[in-house]
């Protein structure tokens, strides 16, 4: 896990501009919310606020840490 004072995920110059969604990562500790299951990946981008933030459901949120979601599975 890397500690979010640490370091931010990487964005692209794109996914920097203004309302972008940004990259998906894993989150800890897990976004509670009454009613729902709790959620352990968020996004990390402008789309809620200008400057990179964590966020879901149109939210910022508050991580202490978070890492990158494992690759995909190999097409046999």
């Known amino acids: 896990w890397i500690d979010v004072n640490d370091k931010k995920p990487p964005l692209t110059a794109k996914q920097r501009q ?44 508050d991580v202490t840490h978070w890492q990158p979601l494992p690759s995909p599975p190999a097409h046999r």
């Open 18 to 61: 203004p309302d972008q969604f940004g990259v998906q990562v894993l989150i800890w500790p897990p976004h509670k919310a009454q009613g729902y299951s709790d959620v352990h990946v968020a996004f990390y981008g402008t789309r809620v606020t200008d400057e990179p933030s964590f966020y879901i459901y149109g939210r910022g949120i």
